[in-house]
Every structure is written in structure tokens, then in C-alpha cells.
């Protein structure tokens, strides 16, 4: 018998930023679940419009957040989701991990979500979590987590980029300790070896559950152990997009969901323009600006003071006008970062110019690049809600917006995601 609902979603999920959420989006589109991200907590009537969605999830922006904002903010969102009623509800995090006490606790998330969804059921306060994303590049070994980077493969401690990330640098690659800054809850660790083995035990007493993860067939592993564990009827859990496509790939394996299906919407025809906001300061994101510049995009560098000034906007209108892609961009990678005493209002600032240049062009193709970027700036669009068009890089897929005044193709792109040639990759995309 198929344990899964036919009548609503099988999976819901709160994403922590804008770009990991369209990453757990491209998860459902590459299983064949139809799948919908709202950008903010849906109404009936949001559903209503979504009704063959299989999955539902809600782009947040809790991975730039304070625990109080936290507190204030994420009880209600939980709340929707567990009305919505699937069975697996996930918080959705980075597979870098990259959070602190202060900013984007995922203790504390993780302490809320226990509250909400397991309050009321003796023993359910255990909170799986699995940070892993092997096709990603991050890895999860004996507690320790790794990640992929320029053709090699560093202890996160110890990566080029994440180690020297501006607002959550990642100092402790042991998640254990790490996640133990944020939370008072007791941690136990599933490693490979008991993952793997035969005589799998559930870690007891436990208040949360780190899995390890080397290869897509352990976060599969990780899924089977999460759902035979179940003590209530939605269970929460914390995970990067490994964790999704886990839980996907379990299910097929029980015949409980169809084979997926090729191809997405049809995307709209391409007038060649696209146009591009960077707000990272990633060296991954400065490549790509570096590369679309010399690829024939005109690069327009933002003021972090006054990003949307008239000088800017009426250039890069110009630009698009003339058939020309543009790209803005506030930094050109670490050494060209100035300092911002609230980067949440420079990247609204950034949404707000977006926007204005978007309706006046006409342009249907857009790119934001980084996280915290892309968690304000599209709050700014006036966009209720996203669903999957194409893949393009693993990560960063093509995704309509729905709610604008006229059709638009929008990409969440984070800092370390993408090759090089991505920009264009996105501009020449049929």
C-alpha cells in the first residue's frame, strides 16, 4: 500500500535563502513531482491555483536572520506548513552549512521546528539532519563536512571561499561542534559505517540526528532511516537539497512515486538579452562576471551607497534597449568588497532598481547571483511564486515567475554555484 497522500502535497519545505530554495524546486522537477515555491506563506487560495502540485515550498530568508527574528518569525511559517499536511516537511539549508549563533542559527531552526511539529507526540523531538549534496560537491564524513571547489576538495574549514565567507565564516568543520554553538539540544551522529550496516540503531536521546553522507546511495540510506523512524504524521527535518533528492529516490525505490518525466514548461522564446544582478563577492561569481564581460556583456559597477542612482538605471536602460545583455554587479569578488552596515537594505535597494529596469526593457530573462542577494532583491519584484522551466547548472535552474505584470524567466543563482561561462550559458539557453 502507498503510504503517500493523493489528495495533497507529499513533501513541503521552508527554504532558508531564495537560491536554496530553487535548488529543492529543481529536485522535485528532476523526480517528475510538480512543485511550486511561493515567496511568501500561501493562502487557500494560493493552493487552489496550485492544486496539482505534489510538493510546496516557501522561500525564506532566515539563513541571513537573527535567532530573535527567528523566533518571531518562522512559528507561523512552520504552522502553514504543517496545515498544508504533507508528511515530510524540510528546512532547507546550504550544503555549506555556513551559519552561526548569530546569523541563520540552524539550532535554532532547529529547535523551532521540533516545538512545532513534534510537541505534541511523546519521543518525536529528534531532528534528523542532512547536510550532504553530494551532487553538489559536499560531502559529510564522520561528522565532517567537505565541499568541492575549483577542482579540488577542501574540509569546509579550510575552503578558499567558505572559510572566508562575510557574514558566516565557516571556522569548524566538525558539524557536531558546530551546530552545538546553537543549540542547547543533545547531538548524536550517524556516521557511515552505521549508516551503511545491517544493525542500524536510532541514536537515543538525541534532540538532533547529523547524518554523514559520501555518495547519493547514503543519502537514500539516510531517507529509508528517517521515514522508518517516523513516530508521528509529519515528520521535520533539516537538510540541504541531498536530502530531497534522498527521500525521492526512497520512495521510487518503494513504487510509491512515478517514474519522473523529460522536460519542464516550455520556455519562452529568447530575445537574446538577458540581465544579470551579482551580489556575491565569491570568487566563483567573480569569474562568471569576469567571463560575461568579456563575452560581450556590458557590466555596470553597483555604488553600494546608492546602487539604484539614476546614472545606473538610465544606463543599463539604454543598454537593454539596444538589444545588449548587462550585467550589475556590487563587488568583483573578496578583495573588492567594501563593507555595508546593512547589506538586507542594499540588496532591497537592488531589487527595487531590478524591478524598474525589467518593466520599463521588457527583457524576459533574469539572473540574480547570491544568496543573501537573491533573498531580498526578489521580495522586491513583486513575484508570488516560481515553478521549474529548465535545468541549466546543478543548483540553478530556469524558473518562471508568477504574479508579474508579463511573462518572466527568472534564475537564483548562489555565490559557488556555476561555471564560469554560466552567464552565458543562461543568455543562450532555448
Not at 537573527?66 to 498544508?84: G, H, K, N, T, Y
Request: include cysteine; glycine fraction near 10%; charge should be neutral.
Amino acid at each position: 500500500m502507498n503510504p503517500l497522500p493523493n489528495d495533497k502535497p507529499v513533501f513541503s519545505f521552508y527554504g532558508d535563502d531564495f537560491t536554496g530554495s530553487t535548488d529543492a524546486l529543481e529536485a522535485f522537477a528532476a523526480n517528475g513531482v510538480p512543485a511550486v515555491l511561493f515567496l511568501r506563506a500561501p493562502a487557500t487560495g494560493d493552493l487552489c491555483q496550485f492544486n496539482k502540485c505534489r510538493a510546496v515550498g516557501i522561500a525564506g530568508s532566515s539563513r541571513s536572520r537573527s535567532p530573535q527574528w527567528m523566533r518571531a518569525e518562522l512559528p507561523a511559517v512552520f504552522e502553514r506548513l504543517r496545515e498544508i499536511g504533507a508528511p515530510i516537511v524540510q528546512y532547507k539549508v546550504c550544503s555549506t552549512f555556513d551559519s552561526s549563533p548569530e546569523i541563520g542559527s540552524i539550532g535554532c531552526a532547529m529547535e523551532i521546528g521540533a516545538r512545532v511539529f513534534g510537541g505534541d507526540v511523546p519521543g518525536n523531538r529528534a531532528v534528523p539532519v542532512v547536510p550532504a549534496a553530494p551532487r553538489l560537491g559536499r560531502y559529510v564524513v564522520f561528522g565532517n563536512l567537505f565541499a568541492a571547489y575549483a577542482g579540488g576538495t577542501y574540509r569546509i574549514d579550510r575552503h578558499p571561499a567558505m572559510s572566508a565567507h562575510p557574514t558566516t565564516p565557516m571556522d569548524e568543520a566538525d558539524l557536531l561542534r558546530h551546530l552545538a554553538l546553537q543549540t542547547s539540544g543533545k547531538l548524536a551522529l550517524v556516521d557511515l559505517h552505521a549508516l551503511r550496516g545491517d544493525s542500524f540503531q536510532w541514536p537515543a536521546d538525541a534532540q538532533g540526528v547529523v547524518f554523514d553522507g559520501l555518495d547519493l546511495c547514503d543519502l537514500t540510506r539516510a531517507a529509508r532511516r528517517i521515514w522508518d523512524h517516523r513516530a508521528a504524521p509529519q515528520t521535520f527535518v533539516v537538510g540541504s537539497s541531498g536530502l530531497t533528492y534522498g527521500m525521492l529516490d526512497f520512495w521510487r525505490c518503494q513504487s510509491w512515486l512515478p517514474h519522473p518525466e523529460a522536460g519542464g514548461e516550455p520556455a519562452l522564446s529568447n530575445d537574446g538579452r538577458l540581465l544579470v544582478l551579482a551580489g556575491s563577492c565569491s570568487p566563483s561569481t567573480e569569474a562568471q562576471v569576469r567571463r560575461g564581460l568579456q563575452s560581450g556583456f556590458h557590466g555596470i559597477r553597483l555604488n553600494p551607497s546608492d546602487p539604484a542612482a539614476h546614472r545606473v538605471e538610465a544606463e543599463a536602460l539604454a543598454e537593454l534597449s539596444a538589444g545588449r545583455s548587462v550585467i550589475l554587479y556590487s563587488a568583483l569578488g573578496p578583495a573588492d568588497r567594501v563593507e555595508i552596515a546593512d547589506p538586507g537594505a542594499l540588496s532591497a535597494a537592488m531589487g527595487r532598481l531590478l524591478r524598474n529596469l525589467i518593466l520599463a526593457s521588457k527583457v524576459s530573462r533574469v539572473v540574480v547571483a547570491g544568496g543573501d542577494t537573491s533573498s531580498y532583491a526578489v521580495q522586491e519584484l513583486g513575484v508570488s511564486a516560481l515553478t521549474f522551466l529548465a535545468p541549466l547548472a546543478v543548483g540553478a535552474p530556469l524558473c518562471r515567475a508568477h504574479g508579474f505584470p508579463y511573462p518572466l524567466e527568472l534564475v537564483l543563482k548562489g555565490g559557488q554555484i556555476g561555471p564560469e561561462s554560466f552567464f552565458e550559458d543562461v543568455r543562450t539557453r532555448k
